[in-house]
């Protein structure tokens, strides 16, 4: 990977806006405070669930949980938890196996995208090779299940069948998701397939930790679909914005590479200008993509900015995001929804590092 391809600045429709960025206002400062609720709690649990074996294997399943990510996934489950009037606190578990899972799928995928850097240190199989990458993501799975195993003492065995069941069949999802978005693909992906991509390897993660966090918390079915149709749209969203700053960020900013056009990565946005282009600059988009060329990245970002597929990116966010708000009306107001629909409206506008992840300025 040639990195000071990738770091170079490049010109984009956004580049004065993000230059403008805000100081943090209230709102920002609520939200960001909020979003660090449960933290401590879960990576003790994390912590418990890992224990203190010294092994390489052990050192490499911990090294992307020492190194800190936003916490996300593990947040919604006791967020969703409590949106139904649940209690949290016996949801820690649950929320730890997300993690854990996450975890495992960020080692395989930097494995498959051929990655180096994740949360702002080398990815796993850098560091530890590929081997001991790929056991390492294994072992976190079977954590993230043995973990879900335990609320049944507090919760009783027919939940924890429900919580195994959703974790396995959103589980089973992402991994067709990651197989759409490595399919090799010689003429791209259709928008309709790209979202389909996008919700199965993303959305579905949103959803089912929503949908574990709610039923742990003893939601209505009702209620349960609310927040599952909230975090699947939500997750969207999430991963096209992970496109945006995969395509215009720096690597020091995010934490990992933003690698997404020299990888030919399937974009919205490339997507999105593969659809609207002229035949010649198809041709050129796809001559440029599939050679892989580095020193050419501009000329990609400026084909994507001739046929304003940022913009588009942009609209289809702010779209997806008010349909999963709208899915929040049901809800009895509680501090947990309030959350979800600021964090939502936070996504529309920039990429949510700005709330979290400590190594990122
Ligand atoms: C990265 O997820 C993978 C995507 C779905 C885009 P996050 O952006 O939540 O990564 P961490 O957990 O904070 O590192
Ligand atoms: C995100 O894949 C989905 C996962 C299951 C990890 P990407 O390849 O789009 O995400 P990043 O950019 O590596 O985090
Ligand atoms: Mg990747």
Same mark, same amino acid.
């Given at each position: 990977m040639p990195e000071a391809e990738v770091e170079k600045e490049l010109t984009h429709p956004f580049a004065k806006r993000s230059s403008k960025s805000k100081e943090p206002d209230e709102e920002l400062r609520w939200l960001r405070t909020y979003s660090q609720k449960h933290y401590a709690k879960v990576l003790k649990e994390i912590d418990r669930i890992m224990g203190d074996e010294e092994s390489a294997l052990y050192l490499a399943s911990r090294h992307l949980i020492k190194a800190g990510g936003k916490l996300f996934r593990p947040s919604f489950v006791l967020f969703g938890c409590e949106a139904v009037g649940g209690d949290s606190e016996k949801a820690l578990p649950i929320a730890a196996a997300a993690e854990l899972a996450h975890v495992a799928s960020l080692i395989h995928d930097d494995i498959i995208d051929k990655d180096d850097l994740r949360r702002g240190v080398p990815a796993v199989h850098v560091k530890f090779g590929v081997p001991l990458a790929i056991l390492a993501g294994n072992l976190l799975i079977f954590k993230a299940f043995h973990s879900l195993t335990r609320v049944a003492d507090t919760l009783g065995s027919d939940k924890v069948v429900k919580l195994l069941d959703v974790y396995c069949r959103t589980s089973i999802v992402m991994d067709q998701g990651e197989y759409i978005d490595i399919a090799p693909s010689d003429t791209y992906s259709t928008m309709e397939e790209y979202l389909d991509m996008t919700a199965k390897k993303t959305g579905?993660?949103? $959803? #089912? %930790?929503?949908? /574990?966090?709610?039923?742990?918390?003893?939601?209505?079915?009702?209620? *349960? $679909? %609310?927040?599952?149709?909230? #975090?699947?749209?939500?997750?969207m969203a999430f991963q096209i914005r992970d496109d945006v700053i995969g395509t215009l960020g720096k690597p020091s900013e995010i934490g990992k590479p933003t690698s997404d056009i020299l990888r030919s990565r399937?974009?919205?946005? /490339?997507? +999105?200008?593969?659809?609207?282009?002229? =035949? =010649?600059? =198809?041709?050129? &988009? &796809? !001559? *440029?993509? !599939?050679? !892989? %060329?580095? #020193? !050419? @990245?501009?000329? /990609?970002?400026? *084909? &994507?900015?001739?046929?304003?597929?940022? #913009? +588009? @990116?942009? @609209?289809?966010?702010?779209? &997806? *995001?008010? $349909?999963a708000k709208s899915n929040l009306s049901i809800l009895k107001n509680t501090l947990a929804k309030k959350f979800l629909l600021k964090i939502a409206d936070l996504l529309s506008e920039r990429p949510l590092t700005i709330l979290t992840a400590p190594h990122y300025p």
């Open positions: 579905w993660a949103f $959803k #089912g %930790a929503l949908e /574990v966090g709610a039923i742990a918390g003893g939601g209505t079915e009702e209620e *349960i $679909k %609310a927040l599952s149709e909230y #975090g699947l749209l939500f997750g399937k974009t919205f946005m /490339v997507t +999105h200008a593969l659809q609207e282009a002229d =035949r =010649r600059d =198809r041709i050129k &988009l &796809l !001559k *440029i993509l !599939k050679e !892989k %060329a580095s #020193g !050419k @990245a501009q000329e /990609v970002v400026d *084909i &994507l900015t001739k046929y304003d597929s940022f #913009g +588009h @990116a942009e @609209a289809k966010i702010t779209k &997806l *995001i008010e $349909k």
